[in-house]
């Protein structure tokens, strides 16, 4: 059934590409499906002014996003510490930037996996990312395994960390089985596959959602975290040690309670350290 509703989604999508031409998801204008237009005016995070802990712009200095540790937040709520090492985030979630996540997850606009694979290979390379069209089209034409990682071009803010020749792997947060038979297929593990083929890191396939979650949009910070606590689980096919040094993605940080639950699994199950990254940051 999966694979029907995949070749009937490419079907259905050829015909409309004739019906009704490729438009922006930012602008709705003809053409590709993000514009470099509205790719070059993407709210891009300076990473070198941003939170260390959790990804947050401007909170390199002093982070009012994160409970740091020995804070009076922390003490009363243990539960919400980071786990996770760092974090990176490439864009805020505004503008531009929501509209793409929102339409690749839920407006079954595949296309859109090659430009968050880019994004999200931006923050792992510590650079800041600006589309050209040479650039887009690459991204949305060449196979994925002829990709080429064209953050090594980037504009760099700062001479940050390359996280790529840091980590032993990189794992992706899974969707849950529900949001995978409503949308017919794992938004981040397409991803995964490209930042993967860009990177050269090997994609672990290390989690799987254990159970049914409410709607994490719905729910408060610590309602959040609440939900998603025992929401993961070691993949049951997983063998051999767990990779020592972890890159684990996400499409959206809002409160970290997803990814630290991830992370707590990683890390009990002989992960090292484990470091997050994000397309977009909440703040």
Sequence with gaps: MHDFNHIYKV???????????????????????????????????????????????????????????????????????FPFARARATLSFEGGAKKIIRTY??????????????????????????????????????????????????????????????????????????????????????????VAARTGLPLAHLLTSERKT???????RGERFANRNGSFSLAVDTTGPIPRRIILIDDVFTTGATLSAASRVLLDGGAEEVRAVTCCRVW
Excluded at 131 to 160: C, I
Aim: with cysteine; aromatic share 6%.
């Design 105 to 194: 997850k839920d407006g079954d606009e595949l296309r859109l996996d090659a430009v968050i694979a880019s994004l999200l290979c931006a923050a792992i390379r510590g650079r800041m990312r600006q589309f050209g069209q040479t650039h887009l089209s690459h991204f949305l034409t060449v196979p994925v395994d002829n990709e080429t990682d064209w953050s090594d071009t980037s504009v760099s803010s700062s001479a940050l960390e390359d996280w790529s020749h840091w980590a032993s792997a990189l794992a992706y947060v899974p969707a849950s089985p529900e949001a995978v038979r409503r949308r017919d297929f794992d938004h981040m593990e397409r991803v995964a596959i490209r």
């Design 214 to 220: 409410h709607d994490q949009r719905e729910l408060g």
């Design 11 to 81: 079907l259905a999508t050829s015909i409309l590409e004739t019906i009704s031409p490729t438009r922006c998801v930012a602008c709705d204008v003809p053409g590709d499906v993000l514009c470099p237009s509205c790719a070059s005016s993407l709210p891009f995070i300076d990473l070198s002014l941003a939170c260390p802990r959790c990804g947050a712009p401007y909170g390199r200095a002093l982070c009012t996003e994160c409970p740091m540790p020995g804070s009076e937040e922390a003490l009363l709520h243990p539960e919400e510490a």
